[in-house]
């Protein structure tokens, strides 16, 4: 299916030489994933079917393990500033304004990354980076695809775990690859194999 391409003649221009989140709501609702990332507009196209099946099943997951007070939403942007990152699950503590543009981080408890490769410096680097200086506690990466650093016998997908230090950077917490059961308690109780979200 070809990507819709953007109409320039009625494309919104920001008011400055940087975009913010509240540039979104003039963007055209297109098939497209508009998020704002240290000022610039990223267009990603839908993600692929493998994708979203594993969003659905770490979503699922996630949500029965969830505490009172806390509620799972997936592609939801994150309010940092005048940016807004869009991780493939968010997990944040209420109330929540339902009809508002995105969740604050301050409220924000953890981000999932579930890396493509169309995305994947995002999705590794970038949003990450993000998240650190939004304050968001928890950060986790599912790699689905072979990547730089994979380990030898290392089955897919691998999740990584990290969590914010004092000085405001991710330290990785857990590794766990296909095959190994992994036991998190941040930002709560979560026990899983990655083997489990398989198709």
Not at 160 to 180: I, K, S
């Amino acid at each position: 299916m070809p990507v819709p391409e953007l109409d320039n003649s009625t494309m919104h221009v920001p008011a400055s030489d940087r975009w913010t989140a509240a540039d979104l709501d003039h963007l055209p609702e297109n098939g497209l994933r508009y998020e704002v990332l240290n000022g610039q507009l990223i267009v990603n196209a839908a993600p692929k079917p493998i994708h979203q099946r594993f969003v659905l099943e770490l979503g699922e997951r996630l949500k029965k393990a969830l505490p009172e007070g806390l509620h799972m939403l997936p592609g939801v942007g994150v309010l940092i500033g005048d940016d807004e990152p869009i991780p493939d699950l968010l997990v944040c503590a209420g109330p929540i304004l339902w009809d508002a543009r995105g969740v604050p981080a301050g409220q924000v408890k953890l981000v999932v990354e579930i890396v493509s490769r169309s995305t994947a410096a995002m999705d590794r680097r970038i949003k990450p980076d993000l998240y650190g200086e939004g304050g968001i506690p928890n950060y986790w990466r599912l790699e689905i695809s072979r990547f730089k650093g994979q380990l030898p016998g290392e089955e897919l997908p691998v999740l990584f775990a990290y969590a914010l230090t004092e000085e405001g950077e991710y330290e990785q917490v857990a590794r766990c690859p296909a095959g190994r059961v992994a036991r998190l308690n941040l930002p709560f109780d979560l026990t899983l194999d990655p083997a489990d979200l398989l198709p």
